[in-house]
């Protein structure tokens, strides 16, 4: 005769000892629905885009002397010369400081390389970590965790990898102004206005310029408070003066409802009725179908295109009833 023993511990019963506790069932995401009653031809969804972003880990470990190129000195384009890897590689590190706010009017006109300091290298920190390049910061000193974002963010877009932003590297990240000074004013301008066409408009305003593929956002005594690319049509909407007349935070092509965007903010119609509208860059299946360094180009197929944190920039600035100046 075969007797099977059991061994259990003390002060545990047998019956627990054998009797295995049923997995407890996963809980159901729980779902939202997001309507809005001044919608028409695009269709509200609550599913977000979602944004992809090169690895930072990848970026961390970039080495400055084995990336370092010739530097670009274009007249007019990058203009500086490349900072020397060994120096910027025993430079001490400045003080540790909390991230610094974004600056109101983020623009440069000349180049920002290693040791930068000021408005212009907080500027140009905080659009790389909208982008989602890893450095330390924002701050106002531009160091080496700055250098290798920097070439990390060339090395992606095709460009030389000096580790400076210059004319071109600016315009890729979308920060560059021609004729602008530190702090977003242009030299010989009205204080403020970063570069503003002449012939905008008056008052509380959006003016997006089609041929520059730019916008920029204006308070009623003219100041500009920001400025950013965006990636529109070069002939749509039509030039005029429009306004805001719905907005909507989740929203998918009606021709492609696997094409979705966040915070729709329309203003015009197109020739076939198409409404028009500032919103993030849409995504398939959770990829972007334009990168951000690719903003200031005419990739939309109508509506204007911006990064995600200058749409939700825009959401919050632009309401029903804000004018919209189209050049």
Not at 1 to 12: D, E, F, N, Q, R
Not at 50 to 57: F, G, L, R, V
Not at 298 to 310: A, E, F, N, W, Y
């Given at each position: 005769?075969?007797?099977?023993?059991?061994?259990?511990?003390?002060?545990?019963s047998a019956h627990a000892a054998t009797t295995p506790t049923p997995p407890t069932p996963p809980t159901p995401p729980s779902?939202?629905?997001?309507?809005?009653?001044?919608t028409s031809s695009v269709a509200e969804t609550t599913t977000p885009a979602?944004?992809?972003?090169?690895?930072?880990?990848a970026r961390a470990t970039e080495s400055?002397?084995?990336?370092?190129?010739?530097?670009?000195?274009t007249p007019g384009e990058e203009g500086a010369p490349a900072a020397d890897a060994d120096a910027v590689a025993e430079a001490p590190p400045p003080p540790t400081t909390a991230p610094l706010p974004m600056p109101t009017a983020c623009v440069i006109s000349s180049p920002v390389n290693y040791d930068a300091r000021g408005a212009d290298a907080l500027c140009v920190e905080w659009r790389l970590v909208s982008l989602g390049y890893h450095l330390i910061g924002p701050d106002d000193w531009f160091g080496v965790s700055s250098v290798h974002a920097v070439r990390a963010f060339q090395r992606d877009s095709g460009l030389a990898q000096d580790g400076i932003v210059g004319r071109t590297t600016g315009r890729r990240l979308g920060i560059w102004v021609d004729g602008a000074v530190s702090g977003g004013s242009p030299s010989g301008g009205v204080p403020g206005d970063a570069g503003l066409p002449a012939n905008s408009g008056t008052g509380r305003r959006v003016v997006y310029d089609r041929g520059q593929q730019r916008v920029w956002a204006v308070e009623e005594d003219g100041t500009v408070v920001k400025t950013h690319?965006?990636?529109?049509?070069?002939?749509e909407p039509y030039a005029g003066t429009y306004s805001v007349y719905?907005?909507?935070?989740?929203?998918?092509?009606?021709?492609?409802?696997?094409?979705?965007?966040?915070?729709m903010v329309r203003f015009a119609y197109g020739p076939n009725g198409g409404r028009i509208g500032f919103h993030e860059i849409p995504s398939k299946f959770g990829v972007p179908l334009q990168s951000e360094?690719?903003?200031?180009?005419?990739?939309?197929?109508?509506?204007?295109?911006?990064?995600?944190?200058?749409?939700?920039?825009?959401?919050?600035?632009?309401?029903?009833?804000?004018?919209?100046?189209?050049?």
């Open positions: 005769m075969v007797v099977g023993l059991s061994i259990v511990a003390p002060g545990v779902a939202t629905n997001e309507n809005d009653p001044t979602t944004e992809t972003s090169p690895d930072p880990a400055l002397s084995a990336t370092a190129v010739a530097p670009d000195t690319a965006v990636s529109g049509r070069l002939h719905s907005r909507s935070m989740y929203t998918y092509s009606t021709d492609n409802p696997d094409v979705k965007w966040r915070y360094s690719q903003l200031g180009q005419p990739l939309s197929g109508g509506c204007v295109r911006q990064s995600t944190p200058d749409a939700q920039w825009m959401w919050d600035w632009a309401q029903v009833g804000t004018k919209v100046v189209v050049l």
